[in-house]
T-cell receptor, first 116, second 112 residues
Framework: DTEVTQTPKHLVMGMTNKKSLKCEQH?????MYWYKQKAKKPPELMFV???????INESVPSRFSPECPNSSLLNLHLHALQPEDSALYLC???????????????FGPGTRLTVT | LAKTTQPISMDSYEGQEVNITCSHN???????ITWYQQFPSQGPRFIIQ???TKVTNEVASLFIPADRKSSTLSLPRVSLSDTAVYYC?????????????FGSGTQLTVLP
């Protein structure tokens, strides 16, 4: 199973709402990532978890809160978002070894988020 | 991080071979070249990775000259379904995820 699943596929939320994005993989990967992608732009790294611990936070605003409950799951909690946060949110995973994270990342299909 | 430069867009016809070149003049000794493909509204998909000379898999070939300052992704006999954005990335073969930075990418459009 080389699939990364993300739910929901689409999400519309108001600026005062609280919602969560979910990501799951069963490849035994110990590195998991959240990326944000705006239209016609490349993905931008937001967070990295390594062995269920947050290892990289790319100066993301606190209205985005990641969580890694176990080695297969990754959540992104959203609160008080702004319209400019509307984007495709991608989850990815990769093997983690002595040398660090593999360059072969497996991406999910993403969640299309619209903030109104 | 090595900066990469790719053409913004390319057009091709079905059945042709497509070569997408990526320039990375300040590539470091321990850097590898990695290519990803992304279809609209989907996550990127790893295509191929190489260090020098030539690497081939079932999807593509990657040509890297001796000076490693550029690389060429070759897609044989493209079809309409190969229409996608192709990203070239340069960095160590493993390590900090910060070193995996997506550049602007090349929009490949395959025409019938």
């Amino acid at each position: 199973d080389t699939e990364v699943t993300q739910t929901p596929k689409h999400l519309v939320m108001g600026m005062t709402n609280k919602k969560s994005l979910k990501c799951e993989q069963h490849m035994g990967h110990r590195a998991m990532y959240w990326y944000k992608q705006k239209a016609k732009k490349p993905p931008e790294l937001m967070f990295v978890y390594s062995y269920e611990k947050l290892s990289i936070n790319e100066s993301v605003p606190s209205r985005f809160s990641p969580e890694c409950p176990n080695s297969s799951l990754l959540n992104l909690h959203l609160h008080a978002l702004q319209p400019e946060d509307s984007a495709l949110y991608l989850c990815a995973s990769s093997q983690e070894g002595v040398g660090g994270s593999s360059r072969e990342q497996y991406f999910g299909p993403g969640t299309r988020l619209t903030v109104t | 991080l090595a900066k990469t430069t790719q053409p913004i867009s390319m057009d091709s016809y079905e059945g042709q071979e497509v070569n997408i070149t990526c320039s990375h003049n300040n590539i470091a000794t321990n850097d590898y070249i990695t290519w990803y493909q992304q279809f609209p509204s989907q996550g990127p998909r790893f295509i191929i990775q190489g260090y020098k000379t030539k690497v081939t898999n079932e999807v593509a070939s990657l040509f890297i000259p001796a000076d490693r300052k550029s690389s060429t992704l070759s897609l044989p006999r493209v079809s309409l379904s190969d229409t996608a954005v192709y990203y070239c990335l340069v960095g160590p073969s493993s390590g900090s995820a910060r070193q995996l930075t997506f550049g602007s990418g090349t929009q490949l459009t395959v025409l019938p």
